[in-house]
């Protein structure tokens, strides 16, 4: 690094100069820039060794603030060097200028309302404390992190090659090899990326600023479970044995699930009233924070319940005699089921078939805070599949995902969903993830009479994955536990987000999803390209990457599934799903290449029992 001209150090300095204040306070800046209110400003200083890992974690923690609304930039070293300090070299007066020169800098994006991320090696504890003072005599919070990884593993990566020159003499004063790194003393956080993930080393810094009120924690996206802790169990068993008890059906026993699980956080229960009108009417729950839930889920009750448990301290809800939940403080509101469902699902048709379980449902909805006693088994055979939202997380941490993408469905699998799921694997390979992982998530709750049933589905899945159109060893396919509503593109921001609390950061979304015809006319209940377009302008999704459905049609010449070209239309031919089950039923077989073979074998089986049944 040597033959970079020298820093004159004897510049002029600027004399009869006079700060000027903003007229625009801090907390003013706080409550437009961004989307969440509050003065988030500060710098958090990622100092260590090249190679430690700075860049990379920077930038992973500035991609995952900017997608949850808190305004952030990274300044990096060699960026910053192309252009704003383009003319200083490595020499001890170089790097301090270099330093010092950065910190301003990152002062001025603190005192604009930005969360600041700093990545460069700034070797000196001199130079480090000089940063730390700038930003204290403007009163600007300032986080020093150390990026440690020994030197070993750093020289070991060393994916720009510089170690290997410098051990070559090439570079001199390149810091590790003949220039010191002096260690922070007391650093704010210290991150051992030789032993955690990028993820993990994220995690800790969100922790940190979550700590120091720089961000708000519900962007944490925690996991709220809501099962009695196992120490607390034959407490809560004997209280439920005494309390007067709300006897509930298959489908609000499936909610149950859904809410102890996590996968509706942070909702501790059945919606009260105040969080179903904001539900209804801003699809977001609004204290805290905004936070992306569309779907009312609550409980409805007859008005002879209401009367009768209205005041109680908590009811215990039974399910086929088995008492299952405690709901503590309930609130019992008013069923207005005609808004509702206008709302909801954009029709009032009666034959809609949630809607119609709706208007025969209870005229009262109670609310209240949630303690499941146990886990919610079906005994079907299929409860291994039904994975929670942290059991996912962890398998996704096991497999060493680096990118998790999910695949919603609520039919059986052909290869032209295949085909997508292939294609996105790909695209993410080529955008540079080493091992992005396929979430199979069939939705596992009620759905109406005419769709494939559950356990027929699960055994098509099977057959996709054994005849390896998918990659078993990179696909989990697990249950997502939510009964089905039809209710569109309100709906599908449901789905993407609880993809999203399990850990998925990509949701590949088909054409019209959670749609449905229209019970009367037929036609398309909804436009089939609008769930695709919402997602992508969904508020608080941000954080997860909506990948749209490509269309895709047999192939006559390919013999295989394909991406619909207009150009070359008549080689296309679009099989629809009332061919599929027609063929299905009459036990044909379909276009070679639409389906693999043991998967339609699946789907003619399961068509042949409902003709035994009958």
Excluded at 161 to 187: C, H, M, N, Q, W
Aim: glycine share 8%.
């Amino acid at each position: 690094m040597s033959g970079v001209k020298k820093l004159r150090t004897d510049l002029n300095r600027s004399t009869n100069v006079v700060y000027q204040a903003h007229h625009v306070s801090r907390s003013k800046r706080g409550q437009v820039v961004g989307t969440r209110g509050g003065f988030r400003g500060c710098t958090i200083w990622l100092t260590g060794l090249s190679g430690a890992g700075k860049t990379t974690i920077s930038f992973a923690l500035e991609e995952f603030l900017v997608s949850h609304a808190i305004p952030c930039y990274s300044l990096d070293g060699d960026n910053i060097r192309q252009g704003l300090n383009k003319n200083l070299g490595f020499s001890a007066e170089d790097r301090e200028e270099n330093i010092r020169r950065i910190a301003e800098v990152a002062k001025l994006f603190a005192d604009a309302g930005l969360v600041c991320i700093t990545s460069f090696i700034s070797p000196f504890t001199k130079d480090r404390n000089e940063a730390r003072k700038i930003h204290a005599s403007a009163g600007l919070p300032f986080f020093e992190v150390f990026i440690h990884a020994p030197l070993e593993v750093c020289e070991s990566r060393d994916v720009k090659g510089l170690y290997k020159k410098a051990r070559a003499g090439e570079i001199k004063g390149f810091t590790g090899i003949d220039s010191d790194y002096e260690r922070p003393e007391v650093p704010e956080l210290v991150l051992k990326t030789g032993e955690l993930s990028v993820n993990e080393c994220v995690h800790q810094v969100l922790e940190l600023l979550k700590d120091q009120n720089i961000v708000p924690g519900e962007i944490m996206e925690e996991v709220n479970e809501l099962f009695v802790p196992e120490n607390k169990l034959n407490l809560a068993v004997a209280d439920a044995n005494t309390l007067p008890t709300i006897s509930i059906s298959k489908l609000d026993l499936q909610w149950v699930q859904v809410l102890a699980e996590g996968w509706a956080s942070p909702l501790k229960g059945f919606m009260r009233e105040r969080e179903f009108l904001q539900v209804l009417h801003f699809g977001n729950l609004l204290d805290g924070g905004a936070i992306n839930l569309s779907v009312p889920i609550v409980l409805p009750v007859s008005t002879e319940t209401k009367q009768e448990l209205d005041g109680a301290a908590a009811v215990a809800l039974e399910y086929q005699g088995s008492r299952v939940a405690i709901l503590r403080n309930p609130e019992f509101y008013q069923h207005r089921k005609e808004e509702r469902i206008a709302r909801q699902w954009g029709t009032t048709c009666p034959k809609h078939p949630y809607i119609k379980m709706v208007m025969e449902g209870g005229d009262w909805l109670v609310g209240g805070d949630l303690q499941v006693l146990e886990r919610i088994k079906w005994n079907d055979g299929l409860d291994q599949y039904r994975l929670t939202p942290c059991e996912l997380k962890q398998k996704f941490k096991d497999m060493k995902a680096d990118a998790v993408f999910a695949f919603q469905l609520r039919n059986p699998v052909h290869n032209g969903h295949a085909l997508l799921m292939q294609d996105t694997k790909r695209r993410l390979l080529e955008r540079g993830y080493k091992n992005p992982v396929l979430l199979l998530h069939p939705l596992g709750g009620w759905t109406k009479d005419d769709d494939v049933p559950l356990d027929w589905r699960m055994k098509q899945h099977d057959a996709v994955l054994e005849e390896g159109i998918l990659d078993p060893a990179t696909t989990i396919v697990a249950i997502f536990p939510s009964p089905m509503m039809y209710a569109g593109p309100t709906e599908v921001q449901w789905h993407c987000r609880a993809r999203m609390i399990a850990g998925a950061n990509f949701y590949i979304v088909g054409r019209d999803p959670a749609g449905m015809p229209h019970p009367e006319t037929k036609q398309d209940l909804y436009e089939p390209t609008h769930g695709s377009k919402v997602l992508t302008m969904a508020p608080g999704l941000t954080s997860v990457e909506i990948i749209p459905f490509r269309v895709a049609a047999y192939n006559n010449n390919k013999k295989a599934m394909d991406f619909y070209d207009a150009e070359r239309h008549a080689e296309f031919e679009f099989i629809s799903g009332t061919k599929m089950r027609n063929l299905a039923r009459s036990g044909e077989n379909p276009p070679e290449g639409f389906m693999a073979p043991k998967a339609w074998k699946v789907l003619v089986d399961y068509y042949n029992s409902l003709q035994k049944d009958k």
